[in-house]
């Protein structure tokens, strides 16, 4: 393996916009300099009334982390070291997948990236990342996917976006 194999690293960023009672996931990975490689959307998921009351609190982590996180994840060709959410609902994502998943607060980026609370073997993997990528923004390219997204949704669309 080289040196630049060895070295390399791929960040996932997954958000979830809700409208309405509709959820709405995008996943973007991208390199350590935060070039995107893969870019996934997924279809709006609407829960119906009943699913509402007999999930009750544990809907929306089980919506955003296991529904939207866990499929856009598995459908994406491109493997992150990392997986980096800014919406709490979306942490419980960590319980289906092999990497550690950080929820980031962007309103204050300069804050450690928080690991799931039944994953605390995450935190050392997490401040070894956050020294590695340096001034690296994590929470920057949320705003990217949030624009994305409202784009596919003008142009009707969803699935995956080659990026190169």
């Known amino acids: 393996m080289s040196t ?13 916009l809700r409208d309405g009672n509709a959820y709405l996931g995008g996943y973007l990975v991208t390199n350590s300099w935060g070039r995107p490689l893969e870019f996934r959307l997924s279809s709006p998921v609407q ?17 955003c982390g296991n529904l939207i996180g866990k499929t856009l994840v598995e459908k994406t060709a491109t493997a992150a070291e990392v997986i980096v959410t800014d919406f709490p609902g979306a942490h419980d994502l960590r319980l289906s997948v092999d990497v550690p ?3 980031i607060n962007p309103a204050q980026p300069e804050i450690p990236l928080s690991s799931h609370g039944q994953f605390a073997s995450d935190k050392p993997a997490l401040a070894s990342l956050k020294n590695r990528l340096g001034n690296f923004d994590c929470a920057e390219p949320f705003g990217r996917i949030r624009e994305a997204i409202a784009e596919a949704r003008k142009m ?9």
């Open 4 to 16: 630049a194999t060895a070295t390399a690293t791929n960040l996932g960023f997954l958000t979830i």
């Open 47 to 63: 829960p119906n009334r009943i699913q509402q009351i007999l999930y009750g609190a544990s809907l929306e982590p089980y919506i």
């Open 156 to 164: 009707n669309v969803a699935g995956r976006f080659s990026t190169g």
């Open 101 to 103: 998943v950080a929820l």
